[in-house]
């Protein structure tokens, strides 16, 4: 039963169960708690340290970046990271004891927001090695050791990535086949295999390496551990572990330095190792844990991270957007005139509440430390980079063809240089990366039916038989008969001031009325199609898709209750209320589809049959190729590559740039 969710089964054993208390886990049960979306007052330390560390990065970013410069050139120049380690910004996260800035998580996603808004690139690349790199897999997993000799180097000088990705497996972590061997002698890790799109990888000083170790089970004081064993001898299985790995050691090399369809500057590789030797000092945590570190750190990424810069590139287009269909005529008056734009600025204006909403909700969240947040997490990540990419849209719609050209094209001709067609670009690489979106939903189920799963899993498994099962029906029967009686009765709203707000209450009360109907589809959907379910992923995104507007209308709720009294306080509830009227007749849709009316399966069987070629004739008319034709051929230009100990890897020591990909320094 654990494999319900068809893909998942390899990571299975690296999940951890909910640790802690979580909004989403008990909406999926018909038991929302909105007292757990209600943040405590921030630090005043906090506030402290970010009203004197604002206006010096604004400083920093409008007088040495040059964003038109990054994209123009595909780089992001030294003097701008260097400027920034200065900054303290690639130490946000890092506690002072170790030389970071000690910012909480809203700080930081406040800080990312607003480098985002001036050049999103320049955000990933602050990101990346505070979200997934060294820092975060040490401060969780690694010890007082590792801490001491590794985080202040990569706060003030050296630049980190995360490299789990390789060719073959994409988003299926599990089936990693990169391997980590003991040697003879049980000190030394040698590693050989290769990791691909590992951002920051070329200009890293320092990697979050999973590798694969084989390794043997023992028993520690009662515990079942792993133990790696001398040159894979005897391994009674290849297991995900995390290593710190310096860029500078012989056999890394950097293959190449990956082009996107945006996101240009950004430093993504090709990583090789050739028998690459990793002390066994740099072993971060356990054998075999590695792949429970990277679920946990990815939490941050798609939590704090994605949806930061999302939101900054989001604000960064509003504005030039409403000044362009204001001033744009067409046929006597502005664009704004138009009912069209009209509404769609309206939905642009409601989505970008809705997503600072969501953002700002799991920050305050992630800053308790008392909750587990990978549900909540995995949704706004979704949330944020799939509006974003629908506002960027939307913004290019309005400015019509000044929105399909170049910002440089546009700028010689004297005209305003906002480049909306960058930011498309640019938008759907946070749809994909850190989880894309057709993975996360599956994910975000799986954790939403938990305890489904682990309360009836025997019983559905199909292990039991005879009287043990009918054992195991009484006890399902004596849980569920009251649970499911339950969801007809309302749960009141907590008594808490937002709650109570007469704008606010409805809403919730809808929420918490819909919860229940969503609970009630789940268990419908689980009863009535059994282990199915563990291929219906149309199912399984619905039920994602639910959970997520009413997390999205939660959030931007409480937010408005929240800022009740302020002078914005009538355009906020107006924007909740299109959220909420909008949101209303897809959640009815879709909880019918989860009960079984959808045209799912029929989708299904025509792509199966497109995959085995019955609508070849769709091609015809046009020279059509297969995909292996365009694999480049032997008389192509060779692909060199660079020894990562040639590669500028630390800015600060390093300031020359290294040469054109394809050479040799």
């Not at 130490?91 to 002072?96: G, Y």
């Not at 028993?219 to 551990?225: F, K, S, Y």
């Not at 809705?354 to 706004?380: C, G, K, N, P, Y």
């Not at 209450?505 to 009630?520: D, F, G, H, K």
């Amino acid at each position: 039963m654990a494999s319900l969710f068809k893909g998942f089964e390899r990571i299975e054993e690296a999940r951890e169960r909910l640790t802690g208390q979580s909004f989403l886990a008990g909406l999926f049960m018909g038991r929302p708690d909105f007292s757990l979306l209600i943040p405590p007052s921030e630090p005043p330390d906090q506030v402290t340290i970010w009203e004197s560390y604002q206006p010096r990065l604004v400083s920093f970013l409008t007088t040495q970046v040059d964003p038109d410069e990054i994209e123009r050139t595909g780089k992001i120049p030294d003097t701008v990271l260097e400027g920034l380690f200065s900054l303290g910004a690639f130490a946000m996260k890092i506690p002072p004891a170790y030389g970071g800035l000690g910012f909480s998580y809203t700080n930081y996603g406040r800080a990312l927001t607003l480098i985002a808004s001036w050049s999103n690139v320049l955000a990933l690349t602050v990101a990346v090695p505070q979200s997934i790199g060294i820092a975060m897999p040490l401060m969780l997993f690694g010890s007082e050791e590792q801490r001491r000799t590794y985080l202040p180097l990569v706060a003030r000088e050296a630049i980190s990535a995360f490299a789990l990705t390789e060719p073959a497996t994409g988003s299926d972590a599990a089936n990693i086949k990169t391997e980590a061997v003991l040697d003879e002698r049980g000190d030394t890790f040698i590693v050989n295999g290769e990791k691909l799109w590992c951002t920051n990888g070329p200009i890293a000083r320092y990697l979050t390496l999973i590798a694969q170790v084989p390794a043997r089970r023992t028993v520690v004081e009662g515990r079942p551990r792993w133990e790696p064993v001398s040159q894979g001898k005897g391994a009674e299985a290849r297991v995900p572990t995390a290593f710190v790995l310096d860029m500078r050691t012989p056999g890394v090399v950097v293959r190449q330095r990956c082009q996107f369809e945006g996101c240009r500057g950004i430093e993504n590789g090709h990583l090789t190792f050739t028998n690459v030797r990793i002390p066994s000092a740099n072993l971060i945590g356990e054998v075999g844990r590695g792949l429970k570190y990277a679920l946990t750190i990815l939490n941050i990424g798609r939590g704090i991270s994605i949806p930061a810069i999302c939101l900054g590139m989001a604000k960064q287009a509003w504005q030039p957007t409403l000044d362009r269909a204001n001033e744009r005529l067409t046929f006597q008056k502005p664009l704004s005139g138009h009912q069209a734009q009209r509404m769609r600025l309206g939905r642009m204006a409601a989505d970008l509440f809705a997503m600072e909403s969501l953002a700002t909700a799991a920050w305050h969240l992630a800053d308790q430390h008392r909750f587990d947040v990978r549900i909540e997490a995995a949704i706004t990540k979704i949330y944020c980079s799939e509006r974003t990419i629908q506002f960027l849209k939307d913004a290019q719609i309005i400015f019509g063809g000044m929105g399909y050209e170049t910002a440089d094209s546009k700028r010689a001709r004297g005209e305003p240089a906002f480049g909306i067609e960058q930011l498309v670009r640019d938008a759907e690489m946070y749809r994909i990366g850190e989880g894309a979106t057709d993975v996360l939903r599956p994910f975000v189920t799986r954790e939403g039916v938990s305890p489904h799963l682990e309360r009836a899993g025997r019983y559905m498994g199909g292990e039991l038989s005879g009287f043990a099962k009918f054992a195991e029906w009484l006890k399902l029967v004596r849980f569920y008969l009251p649970w499911y009686l339950s969801l007809w009765r309302p749960r009141p709203l907590p008594d808490h001031p937002q709650c109570r707000h007469p704008q606010a209450a409805p809403l919730l009360r809808y929420v918490e009325q819909t919860s229940r109907r969503l609970a009630a589809a789940i268990f419908w959907a689980m009863l009535r199609y059994g282990r199915a379910l563990r291929d219906d992923q149309g199912r399984q995104h619905r039920i994602e898709m639910v959970a997520e507007e009413l997390l999205v209308l939660t959030t931007a709720t409480l937010r408005a209750a929240s800022l009740s009294g302020t002078a914005d306080d009538e355009s906020r509830w107006s924007l909740v209320t299109y959220l909420v009227e909008d949101a209303r007749d897809r959640i009815d849709r879709l909880i019918r589809e989860i009960h079984g009316s959808n045209r799912d399966e029929l989708a299904a069987v025509i792509g199966k049959q497109a995959a085995q070629g019955a609508y070849g004739w769709l091609t015809d008319g046009i020279i059509a190729r297969r995909l292996h034709e365009y694999v480049p051929t032997t008389d192509s230009p060779p692909r060199h590559s660079l020894s990562a100990s040639n590669i500028r890897s630390h800015v600060l020591t390093d300031s020359v740039h290294p040469p054109p990909l394809g050479t040799e320094r």
